[in-house]
Every structure is written in structure tokens, then in C-alpha cells.
């Protein structure tokens, strides 16, 4: 009651916001006569200007209204687009760093080059975030235009790109590209041997379009770069055909489809043990015996594999492989695999090849990656329904622009159908009235299954359409552009981030750019081109007058944010339109996640075969099952977070240090601590400070020391000596250790010396923290079991990665010494050609490519000294005989 008074006085916070912004509004609106007296060239130098007084002090707050001017004149000669008031509010709500919702249409790309532009001017880079690399091209081209003429550059990162195209773009004042593209980048960069390599510079500011597909739809699944780990695609097939005949029989399995997770029963667990010992695949012991964990982890991913995912809604089968489709835009993701042998069994089931598992290398979450960026912002038609989770994960606010124009959509309540038959039957018939009218119409589905269902009945009544899902993902941006003309029915899998405006009479831009590719004749271009313009007039003012787009929904989504996207594509800029969805009690949503109650309800509503049931009750019963959805999936989103946020600590410890090591041409001081800090440890491992010298484990000392350092030290003779104590055996052990050490850095040269340290640790690094990596991956996937033993599984994971980043740490320490104890240089004394050698005994984990490249570069100091000049090492050799030829090679 309070808060309904106190709204009615105050006015709700977004209210209070748009308040507080629109103040602005005017002083920008002022500065424009005096933007538009300016010819380009002095438009043009106002970035100059800009930059100079920022030099002198200004903030960019200080300098944003007449930023934000001359982006809307530079807007209006480059794009012939003039910013609207409501589109400055949505600039500067970007630039404060919060989430801007904007309604379909309402011009998010322009909206971003206010925020853009005003961030730019410090030069230290901005990033605009899109959901697809069409996306990315399409706006860095088209906005790039604006961006050049006042004096910026412009870099896309897309797919394929070389890292040296890669580094010149993230060089530029603004970024377009991939939210898949940048993540991975910075996992790449952290894997990299040397500054030089390293393609991103430090994150400044990133704005996100469609932040909501990108910061929580997609926040399930993190982004992993793998490496190939043993092959064992026979038994995957094998496990295959036993689980394809299991699941024939219901009794065999429990399914929880809300929760996505199956296990076998207790009758399926004897069917499958028998099948596998029959087929010889079980060999010992039962299925959950110890000696089987790898053929129980086979069982349940063909489980899930088969009972879970299914063809042409999970994924698609294409050219003998696996292609991944998003569920919440229908886009195939090439490229993307699910992990833990997910993927494998899925190719078993389809038998298509089946890929080499992968052990991960480098992985981060979307939610940890763009919590790097000290300032962040984001821009979607959907973002209100998510605030409390924007604000809980990434601290952004989400403000609520009002739209340019009035919204003329009449949104209608839902149709609701015992069977999905008839539904289907009532969409089709509704689809043929509407069409008639010649008004446009656009029909989402939830499946590449149903969309095309939905397309084989309208083929039956001969009515022609459009059908854009993961099968025909190429034409999208066409199929999309041209969804307003007069009579088009499209049907797509699912409108989220498609990024391309539906213009009632279609686009005519991009239909002049599509009929004038290829022609060279001028006068013919225009020609084609004033015919289509004129013609788009022509058929905006017919389909407007026929009531603008119509849009049908066959499903309710899961999550509210998909159906407003679906809605939001009819009415933009107050166009007319309408918008209608038909359900059925055998929908996922319904069937899942609806009331126990609903089907009673409905049928009291008087709903019969046949019919459909129109009530405002039924709307409010979908929302709410639709909330319990979000709040779950929020949940898991969450839950899976607090799991990253443990790794996250440790990875940016990690790479924090591994940046550290690349920065520093010499890092013997941290190897020698290393050393010393092992055989400190060692000794008091074997060596008990309370004991007598009777009881000092001196022989196992001597034996861990020699295996570690090589070296063979007379510690028992050592430890007979009247006067000796602890600390002197271990001064001694240290003192022959670094002498060892020192005559090593003798024969190589310091600088070898320098540079050899350093590789050994950054590829040591490099491999202990791969295999914490794969330890902590195991340890996740059954830490959820120590709740039965009343253990909170989170604080029990925290502890357990806590003790294995202690044991990697201590793992390092030993690595590097043992490999540097065994680097030898061996030089041979053929007059024709010296060559130089480094090698070790134990060196699994060097680089073999990197060292190889870098040594034969010479060392930094000499590499401009000419092939056939004296070595500087003074050896009396050519420089391409002596250092200037060195190769790596590895004892067995």
C-alpha cells in the first residue's frame, strides 16, 4: 500500500532516471544550430579538440552534450539518420554503464554511437559486443562510415581472422565483434609466450547488443578452448548400441524434464550390466564398481544422449557432423561442442564420425569474462523481466527508454487448444484469413521440428511462405529484411537477436543492394533503385493501411524476454500492428511447468475438442508458470556461477602471475625462490627439526634431491658430523643446487640462461594448470554428492580447489627445477657448422615450436647482428654458426 502511495508521489526509479537524463536533452538540443554552421572538416576536428581538453583535464562528462551533438550532425550528413530525444537518453544511459531497453526498431545500432564515440576519445579502446559476426561486419561497416568522418578507426573481429589482423583491430579506437570472439581472444592472449604475441589491449568499456542473449542466455555455457585427450570412439559406439535398445523400454530410465536429467533405474542397471558383460564391454565387477567409473560416465552421456536431445530441435546432423542449435534464436553454432563426451555420444547415437574428446586448456564463463571490463553496458528490447539479475551478476541497472512514437500494436489474449493438432489447424486457418488481406505475417515456433510442420500444412493449402530456422541460417538477414511486404508469411524457429528490422513494405536498402550487385552501369543502378524506392512507398502505405504486421506465436518460451522479442518485431516506430499466440495442454511449457490445476480450470472455462478457450486468467496462469521458469533458470545460472567464481579467483591469479613472468626478461630471482623453497620443504619432510640425527630419513633425502637437481650429494656422510644440525644441511643442499645452477648459465651465456628460465616456467605453468584444470572439472561432477553426507557441496568444492591450487602450486616448483636441473648445452666442434642444443631429459612441458622460434631469432640484444658477422659471444665463430643457429631437440 505504502509503496503504490509513494510511486503515485515520487514516481517509480526508472521514472526518477529518465527525469534526471531528459535534463540533459535540451542542452544538447541547443549546441545543434551551432554543430550544423561547422563544415565537415571542422566537424571533423572536434574530435581533436575533444581529445586536447580531455589532456587537459575535462572528463567525458563534461564533454557530453557536445560529443553527443556532433555525433547527431555527423549522423545526419554520413547515414542521413538524425538521432531522436529518447535515442540521446539511451546514449547517455549506456554511457553511465547501465542496460538501455529500447523496443524493437527503436534504433539501438545509432543509440550505441553516442556512448561509442564519447568513450572513444581517450583512445584506449571500445568494444561493441553483437550476437553474430553478420552482426558485427554489418554495424562496423555501416556505423564505421560515421565513425571514420570524425576522425576514428575502426577493427571487426570475426572467425578466421590471423592474430596479427586480430591485434591491428583491437588497435583501433572502436571493436566490433563476437561475444564468443572476444572471450576466447582473451583466453588465447593468456596462453601466449611473450607480450609481442598478445592480441588485446586492457579493457576499458564494452557496450553489449543484445545484452540479455549474450549476458544470460547464453551465460550457460562457458567458453572452453580444449585440446585432443585419448581416443575412445569405439567405446562410445559400443555403449551406443547397448543404450539404444535400454531406452525402447520406459522402466529402464527416470527422466526429469524440468531439471534436463535422467539415470537408469534399478531394472536398467541389470539390463545394462547384462548387455555389457554379454557384449564383453564389462569385463570385471559391476557397472558402479571403481575399476568401471569411465564406462558408467559412457552410459550416462548415451543416456542423456538419447532420452534428452533430440534431432532437429537440440541439433541438426550436417556434412557428418554435429552442429549445436541456440535455443533461444534457432542459430546453428558451428564450432561449439558440448564437453564431458556429451558431444561424442551424440555422434554415436547419429553415427556420424566421432571426434577426439577434448581436456580443457583454458575456460572462462560469459558472466566472468565481461565482469573484466571496468565499465560495462548493454542495449535489448527485453531487459526489465531480467533486472534482478543484471543487477545481482553484473551490477547494471536497467532503465526503460520510452519509445520515439506511441506503440499501436494491439497485443490479444492467447488461444488455448486441448491438442496440439488443433491448434496447429487454428493457426494455419488463421495464417490463410490473414493472408488473404494481403497483410504480412510473421510466425514464431520453438523447433526447426514444428517450423516445419507448421510449413508442410501450409504447403497442403498451397499458401507461400518463407521458412527461416538452424536449416537455412545463411538467408537470414534476407528472409528477415523482407518480412513486411505485402502478402509474406515468414516462420522462424525464434526472433531473438536477429538484428535485422522488419520495415512494413520490406527493406528497400537492402533489396537495391541485392538487385545492383555486380552492375557497373551508374544510370542503371539509380534507375533500379528510384523503381524500388518507389515501390517500397507504394507497399509501406498498403501494408499499413491493412493493418501492419501480424505476428503469431504457436508456443509459449520458457522465458517471458523470448515472447516480448516475438511481440516487439510488429509496431516499431508506431506502426501498426497485431500479435496473437496459440498454446495447447501438450506444449513443453504447459506440460512441464504449467499448474497441476490448468487442465481442471480449463475445462470449467468450458474448453472442449475443438475449441479454444480466450481468458485473461489463462495469461495470468502461463506468466506465473513463466516466472517459475526464469527463477529457476536464474538459479542454475547462478549456482553455476558461484561454482566459476572459485576458478575465476584462481585464474586470475594465474594469469596475473603468468602476465608478470612475460613482462620481466629475467626471472631468476622467482626460480631461485622456487628452488630454495623446495629443498626447504624437503628437508623438513625427511628431516624432522624435534627428531635425533638417528632419525632423519637422510637416504630418502638423498634420493628425492638427486632425482629433483641431479645432484649426488654426500648427505649421509653430511649427517654423521658431530656438530651438524638441519639448517646446515639444508644451507648445503641450496649452496650445491645453486652452483649446479651457475655453471649451467656458464655454458649457456646469461642470456640463453634468462630466456631458458623463462620458458621453462611459462610452459610449466602452462601444464600444471591444465591438469588442475581437468582435476577440478572431475572433482565438479561429483561434488553435489557430499550432500548426502550433510555437506554443503559448495563450501566442500571451495575447500577441495583451495588444496589442489596448493598441490599445483607446489607441483610447479618441483617441475621447474627438475627441468632445469637436466637443461644441458652441447656444442660440437665441426669447422663446417656448430651447432648449439638445448635439451633436456624431462621436458614434456616446453614448447618445443615456441623455443625452436625463439632461439633461432638470436637473443634480443644480437638479433640485429648480420648471418656471416662474428658471434657477440666473442666465440671467434659467424653468428650464424654460434648463436644464431639454435635448435631444440628432446632426449628420451
Not at 583535464?57 to 529518447?86: I, Q
Not at 555420444?345 to 564463463?365: D, F, P, R, W
Not at 490479444?412 to 487454428?426: G, P, Q, V
Request: hydrophobic share 35%.
Amino acid at each position: 500500500m505504502f509503496a503504490k502511495f509513494a510511486r503515485a508521489v515520487f514516481g517509480t526509479s526508472n521514472e526518477r532516471s529518465l527525469k534526471a537524463y531528459q535534463r540533459q536533452v535540451p542542452k544538447i538540443n541547443s549546441l545543434e544550430p551551432e554543430m550544423q554552421a561547422l563544415d565537415d572538416q571542422a566537424l571533423t576536428n572536434k574530435t581533436i579538440e575533444f581529445r586536447e581538453r580531455l589532456a587537459k583535464g575535462e572528463t567525458l562528462e563534461m564533454l557530453l552534450p557536445e560529443a553527443f551533438a556532433v555525433v547527431r550532425e555527423a549522423s545526419k550528413r554520413v547515414l542521413g539518420l538524425r538521432h531522436f530525444d529518447v535515442q540521446l537518453i539511451g546514449g547517455m544511459v549506456l554511457h553511465d554503464g547501465k542496460v538501455a531497453e529500447m523496443r524493437t526498431g527503436e534504433g539501438k545500432t545509432l543509440v550505441a554511437t553516442l556512448a561509442v564515440y564519447l568513450n572513444a576519445l581517450p583512445a584506449k579502446g571500445v568494444h561493441v559486443v553483437t550476437v553474430n559476426d553478420y552482426l558485427a561486419s554489418r554495424d562496423a561497416e555501416e556505423m564505421g562510415r560515421l565513425y571514420k568522418f570524425l576522425g576514428m578507426s575502426v577493427g571487426t573481429i570475426v572467425a578466421d581472422l590471423n592474430d596479427d589482423e586480430r591485434k591491428m583491430s583491437y588497435q583501433a579506437d572502436i571493436t566490433y565483434g563476437t561475444n564468443n570472439e572476444f572471450g576466447f581472444d582473451y583466453l588465447r592472449d593468456n596462453m601466449k609466450y611473450s607480450l609481442e604475441e598478445m592480441v588485446q589491449r586492457p579493457f576499458t568499456f564494452a557496450i553489449v547488443d543484445e545484452v540479455d542473449s549474450i549476458l544470460i542466455d547464453e551465460a550457460r555455457t562457458p567458453l572452453i578452448i580444449s585440446g585432443v585427450a585419448d581416443d575412445s570412439s569405439d567405446l562410445y559406439r559400443s555403449v551406443d548400441e547397448v543404450i539404444k535398445e535400454i531406452v525402447k523400454n520406459p522402466e529402464t530410465y527416470e527422466k526429469d524434464e524440468k531439471f534436463r536429467t535422467v539415470i537408469p533405474t534399478e531394472i536398467g542397471i541389470e539390463h545394462i550390466e547384462t548387455t555389457l558383460h554379454e557384449k564383453g564391454i564389462l569385463t570385471t565387477g559391476g557397472l558402479y564398481d571403481i575399476q568401471n567409473v569411465a564406462l558408467v560416465h559412457h552410459m550416462q552421456q548415451a543416456l542423456r544422449a538419447h532420452t534428452l536431445f533430440a534431432r532437429d530441435v537440440d541439433y541438426i546432423v550436417r556434412d557428418d557432423k554435429i552442429i549445436l542449435i541456440d535455443e533461444f534464436t534457432g542459430r546453428m553454432m558451428d564450432g561449439r561442442r558440448y564437453s564431458d563426451g556429451l558431444h561424442q555420444a551424440l555422434e554415436a547415437k547419429e553415427h556420424v564420425t566421432i571426434q577426439q574428446e577434448n581436456q580443457t586448456l583454458a575456460s572462462i564463463t560469459f558472466q566472468n569474462y565481461f565482469r573484466l571490463y571496468p565499465k560495462l553496458s548493454g542495449m535489448t528490447g527485453t531487459a526489465m523481466t531480467e533486472a534482478d539479475e543484471f543487477a545481482e551478476i553484473y551490477k547494471l541497472d536497467v532503465i526503460s527508454i520510452p519509445t520515439n512514437v506511441p506503440i499501436q500494436r494491439k497485443d490479444e489474449h492467447d488461444e488455448i487448444y486441448l491438442t496440439a493438432k488443433e491448434k496447429y489447424e487454428a493457426v494455419s486457418q488463421l495464417i490463410e484469413q490473414v493472408h488473404a488481406k494481403k497483410q504480412p505475417i510473421l510466425v514464431g515456433t520453438t523447433s526447426i521440428e514444428k517450423s516445419e510442420h507448421l510449413s508442410n500444412l501450409l504447403k497442403k493449402k498451397k499458401i507461400p511462405h518463407n521458412v527461416l530456422n538452424a536449416r537455412f541460417h545463411e538467408k537470414e538477414a534476407q528472409i528477415v529484411s523482407q518480412a513486411g511486404v505485402s502478402g509474406a508469411i515468414t516462420i522462424a524457429t525464434n526472433m531473438a537477436g536477429r538484428g535485422t528490422d522488419i520495415k512494413l513494405g520490406g527493406n528497400v536498402d537492402m533489396l537495391i543492394q541485392q538487385q545492383c550487385e555486380g552492375l557497373q552501369d551508374e544510370e542503371e543502378k539509380q534507375k533500379i533503385a528510384s523503381e524500388l524506392i518507389e515501390r517500397g512507398k507504394i507497399d509501406h502505405e498498403l501494408v499499413k493501411n491493412n493493418g501492419g504486421l501480424f505476428v503469431i506465436g504457436t508456443e509459449r518460451h520458457e522465458s517471458r524476454r523470448i515472447d516480448n522479442q516475438l511481440r516487439g518485431r510488429s509496431g516499431r516506430q508506431g506502426d501498426p500492428g497485431n500479435s496473437r499466440f496459440f498454446l495447447s495442454l501438450e506444449d513443453d511449457l504447459m506440460r512441464i511447468f504449467g499448474s497441476e490445476r490448468m487442465g481442471g480450470m480449463l475445462q470449467k472455462l468450458g474448453l472442449k475438442n475443438g475449441e479454444a478457450i480466450v481468458h485473461p486468467w489463462i495469461n495470468k496462469a502461463l506468466e506465473k508458470a513463466q516466472k517459475k521458469v526464469e527463477g529457476r533458470n536464474f538459479d542454475m545460472r547462478k549456482n553455476t556461477l558461484k561454482y566459476d567464481d572459485v576458478i575465476n579467483d584462481q585464474r586470475k591469479e594465474v594469469y596475473s602471475q603468468r602476465r608478470e613472468y612475460m613482462t620481466l626478461d629475467d626471472v631468476s630471482e622467482t626460480v631461485t625462490h622456487m628452488r630454495n623453497d623446495l629443498i626447504a620443504d624437503l628437508v623438513s619432510q625427511y628431516l624432522s627439526e624435534k627428531s635425533f640425527a638417528e632419525q632423519w630419513r637422510i637416504e630418502e633425502l638423498a634420493e628425492q634431491i638427486k632425482r629433483i637437481f641431479s645432484l649426488d650429494l654426500s648427505l649421509k656422510k653430511w649427517a654423521e658430523e658431530p656438530t651438524i644440525n638441519m639448517q646446515e644441511i639444508e644451507d648445503r643442499i641450496k649452496k650445491a643446487a645453486e652452483n649446479a645452477h651457475a655453471v649451467k648459465a656458464v655454458n649457456f651465456g646469461a642470456s640463453i640462461m634468462r630466456y631458458v628460465e623463462k620458458q621453462v616456467l611459462l610452459t610449466t605453468l602452462d601444464a600444471v594448470w591444465k591438469e588442475h584444470l581437468l582435476r577440478l572439472d572431475q572433482m565438479r561432477q561429483g561434488i553435489g554428492l557430499r550432500a548426502y553426507g550433510q555437506k554443503d557441496p559448495l563450501n566442500e568444492y571451495k575447500q577441495e580447489a583451495f588444496n589442489l591450487f596448493n598441490y599445483m602450486l607446489d607441483d610447479l616448483r618441483e617441475r621447474v627445477a627438475t627441468l632445469l636441473s637436466r637443461v644441458e648445452v652441447n656444442v660440437s666442434s665441426e669447422e663446417t657448422e656448430t651447432q648449439n642444443t638445448v635439451s633436456s631429459s624431462n621436458s614434456s612441458t616446453l614448447n618445443p615450436q615456441g623455443l625452436e622460434e625463439k632461439l633461432s631469432e638470436g637473443l634480443p640484444e644480437w638479433s640485429n647482428t648480420p648471418r656471416n658477422a662474428p658471434c657477440p659471444c666473442n666465440s671467434g665463430k659467424k653468428y650464424k654458426h654460434c648463436h644464431g643457429k639454435f635448435v631444440y631437440t628432446q632426449e628420451d
